[in-house]
């Protein structure tokens, strides 16, 4: 395909193939593998300091000489409301009790945006990774023409067509058009808007008729033959996040890796509950408990993150994992436990039987 080409060229890469940032997940190990083995690695930095960004940056840049992708989140800084808050962290109060330690008094916001960091803004323009790409919006003008003349290579999610008009009126690169079956956070502009749920496929189709921006389709693609069939449908490569998560190189925990290979994978759901935000993780019970018919509003992103994840460290230590965000797509139950690189060799090989040439 004569897009798919372009890009892979473009970006110096020799297969259509991106891993998804995964922010929490993606090592510079992982990064560094998938980039070495033909495909575009990817760190994912929105829920990293400034320091601990730069140290995995330069640990990929060390481990490979080739390109890969940096990922930042640009949502709306949180809308704080003290009611909302106690009223959420009271409900979960008794999951706070199981856990062995008290509800907290308050919660904080754990991350800071793109489109108001300037220290990494800088450091990126410093080390000139070859790719910046968006999450939940994207960047001020200014903050995208740095990049562009640094000779970054942008993209930013969308998950509707809406949002890849912004994206391409705004002068970014690449597309990615995460469909509704994608694992971790939905990338949308406005968590509040109306979702229209678009399918990768569908959604890959519509904007194939709209933009001349390269699309990468990213949602439920876990193997060779779902990359020959994003690509038939006019994506120029695909994102994986799940696929990767259980290869050796990622830093999913052991409890992580047994729900992916476990039959729970089936069941995963979109929820607001851990983060604030919507995002596709497996089922467990902290979402059940938190999507209850008397369940009040959850805080905003990412203070309800803070909740979570409190929660979440004092449970893990009794051996309870029940209330961790195990990231993952409707395809999770076709993970492959491979060395990313042997993973990267094993898709092409399935994608060129479907796709030869």
């Known amino acids: 395909m004569k897009s798919s080409s372009r890009l892979t060229a473009r970006l110096g890469i020799r297969h259509p193939i991106v891993q998804a940032p995964m922010a929490g997940v993606a090592t510079p190990e992982l990064a560094a593998a998938v980039t070495n083995a033909g495909g575009l690695g990817s760190l994912g930095i929105g829920a990293s300091t400034q320091a601990q960004a730069r140290k995995m940056i330069e640990q990929t840049q060390a481990l490979t000489s080739g390109p890969f992708n940096v990922n930042v989140f640009c949502h709306e800084p949180a809308r704080r409301d003290e009611s909302t808050e106690a009223a959420w962290v009271q409900y979960l109060a008794p999951l706070f009790g199981e856990a062995g330690i008290e509800p907290p008094g308050s919660l904080g916001e754990l991350y800071t ?6 220290e990494t803004l800088a450091m990126l323009l410093e080390l000139k990774p070859a790719v910046v790409s968006f999450h939940f919006g994207i960047p001020s003008a200014e903050r995208i023409a740095a990049l562009k003349e640094a000779g970054i290579f942008t993209m930013a999610t969308a998950t509707c067509r809406d949002e890849a008009a912004i994206i391409e009126a705004a002068g970014i690169d690449a597309i990615v058009a995460q469909g509704i079956e994608a694992g971790g956070h939905r990338g949308m502009f406005n968590p509040e808007a109306a979702d229209q749920c678009l399918s990768t496929f569908v959604l890959v189709r519509l904007l194939a008729q709209k933009t001349t921006l390269p699309i990468i389709a990213a949602g439920g693609v876990m193997d060779g033959f779902g990359v020959s069939a994003a690509i038939e449908s006019g ?4 994102q994986l996040g799940t696929a990767f998560v259980l290869c050796p190189e990622s830093s999913a925990n052991e409890a992580y890796r ?8 089936a069941d995963t759901r979109l929820t607001k509950v851990l983060s604030g935000r919507p995002a596709r993780g497996i089922v467990n ?3 059940s408990f938190g999507e209850a018919s008397d369940s009040p509003q959850t805080a905003d992103y990412p203070v309800a993150y803070d909740a979570a994840k409190r929660l979440n460290t004092a449970a893990s230590k009794l051996g309870n994992h029940e209330f961790a965000a195990q990231w993952a797509g409707q395809g999770a139950p076709m993970a492959r436990e491979l060395p990313a690189a042997e993973l990267v060799a094993l898709i092409m090989e399935e994608y060129r039987s479907r796709y030869p040439g």
Request: hydrophobic share 50%; net charge negative; proline share 0%.
């Open 113 to 118: 945006s793109f489109i108001e960091d300037d």
């Open 285 to 287: 019970r902290l979402i």
């Open 235 to 238: 994506a120029a490569a695909v």
């Open 258 to 265: 047994e729900a992916l290979k476990s039959e729970r994978a």
